[in-house]
Each structure stands twice: as C-alpha cells, then as structure tokens.
Nanobody, 116 residues
Framework: QVQLVESGGGLVQPGGSLRLSCVAS????????MRWYRQATGKERELVAA????????NYAESMKGRLTISRDNAKNTVYLQMNSLNPKYTARYYC?????????WGRGTQVTVSS
C-alpha cells in the first residue's frame, strides 16, 4: 500500500523555523522525484520545492527561495523541508508528493501556522 505521511507541522512564531518530514512506503522511493506543495485556505495548491531522485537538483518557489531547503534520504525513504524565517504568509497545509513518469502520489498534509 502506497503511503506518504507528513509530520513536523505546527504553530510557530514569525521568524521561527520548522522542519517537515515525509516518510514514504509501498513504492520505490529512490525512483521518484519528490515535491512539497502548500495550500492556504481559499487558495490553490502551489509547488514550493522539488528535488530529483538522487537529490542532485533542487528547485524552489520564487516567493520562498532562500527560506527553504528540500533534502532527501533515500535510505530512510524520507524527504524533508527545512523552513526558516517564517512569516504569516506561509500559513498553509503542506503536502508531500511523489512523482514519476507513470505515477503520482500524495500525502494528507501537515498544517503549518505562523502566528504570534
């Protein structure tokens, strides 16, 4: 059974940091590009970060570049999203996505709330 389980979200003050994790199971993790998306209330889901299968290349949403670091550990079937200098605009539900040529899998997300 394919699963992507996100964790690490929560309430954080402006300027704070969070590290999100996504643990994958049920498929060949190393063969999938991994992405993080976010969806704020009333808005469309948007891509915030992506990493290639071996982790050699990363991409970030322009609006969040410099505040995010995506990484992966293929031995642990886990992808991470380090978020720094958070501000209230980043409040959203963050979703993990695994993508290959034939398949596209999603987790249920983890809520990040940036508020004082």
């Amino acid at each position: 059974q394919v699963q992507l389980v996100e964790s690490g979200g929560g309430l954080v003050q402006p300027g704070g940091s969070l590290r999100l994790s996504c643990v994958a199971s049920g498929f060949w993790f190393s063969g999938f590009a991994m992405r993080w998306y976010r969806q704020a209330t009333g808005k469309e889901r948007e891509l915030v970060a992506a990493i290639t299968t071996a982790g050699g290349s990363t991409n970030y949403a322009e609006s969040m570049k410099g505040r995010l670091t995506i990484s992966r550990d293929n031995a642990k079937n886990t992808v991470y999203l380090q978020m720094n200098s958070l501000n209230p605009k980043y409040t959203a539900r963050y979703y993990c996505n695994a993508n290959s040529y034939y398949y596209d899998y999603w987790g249920r997300g983890t809520q990040v709330t940036v508020s004082s």
